[in-house]
């Protein structure tokens, strides 16, 4: 099994471009996750999706729109990026959106110019 | 919602026990507390969650008091792979999902 695999491993844009991360999980969780983390700092969210066909806003969301595709799939998009984007961003996924034990992809590196 | 507060920093030695405490204060009675370890241009990896008094597996012990306000992660015999961040974590129960602090940076020196 992959676990949670994500696409690009790294990305520079220009300021006002769009793009989509993508991610993907082979565990059959329910639930997926998307966060930033900007250097020295620990993650926050941005938005989740506790089963498919639902998304939720999370802490950060300003700036981002998500897409729950289907069960293994949920991707983010930033329609005008914009330097305060550059982070890195992982996705997650779980069992259930309350249940504690979430599993990471290997992250996107998001460098905006 | 139920914040998280912990030592920024810690330093260590090959071989020593660590301890980081973590409080927080405002958890809800159905709150689970989790601990996460990240290592540099890696995602978080999960290490170990508890309700009340003591967990135990093979990476670490995680000890609860009975007011659950505070929680103490306890690594014992610490190795230099052992240098990391490590995330204390409380469930948001507003957002149903969960939020993470800045962590404590875990050296560990030979």
């Known amino acids: 099994n992959a676990g949670v695999t994500q696409n690009p491993k790294f990305q520079v844009l220009k300021t006002g471009q769009s793009m989509t991360l993508q991610c993907a999980q082979d565990m059959n969780h329910n639930s997926m996750y998307w966060y930033r983390q900007d250097p020295g700092m620990g993650l926050r969210l941005i938005y989740y999706?506790?089963?498919?066909?639902?998304?939720d806003k999370g802490e950060v969301p300003n700036g981002y729109n998500v897409s729950r595709l289907n069960k293994r799939e949920f991707s983010l998009r930033l329609e005008s990026a914009a330097p305060s984007q550059t982070s890195v961003y992982f996705c997650a996924s779980s069992w259930e959106s309350s249940y504690n034990e979430q599993f990471f992809g290997p992250g996107t590196r998001l460098t905006v110019l | 919602l139920a914040k998280t507060t912990q030592p920024i920093s810690m330093d260590s030695y090959e071989g020593q026990e660590v301890n980081i405490t973590c409080s927080h204060n405002?958890?809800?009675?159905?709150?689970?507390i989790t601990w996460y370890q990240q290592f540099p241009s890696q995602g978080p990896r999960f290490i170990i969650q508890?309700?009340?008094t003591k967990v135990t597996n093979e990476v670490a012990s995680l000890f609860i008091p009975a007011d659950r306000k505070s929680s103490t992660l306890s690594l014992p015999r610490v190795s230099l792979s052992d240098t990391a961040v490590y995330y204390c974590l409380v469930r948001d129960t507003g957002r149903r999902a969960l939020t993470f602090g800045s962590g404590t940076r875990l050296q560990v020196q030979p």
């Open positions: 999706s506790a089963s498919e066909g639902t998304t």
């Open positions: 405002n958890i809800a009675t159905n709150d689970y």
């Open positions: 508890g309700y009340k």
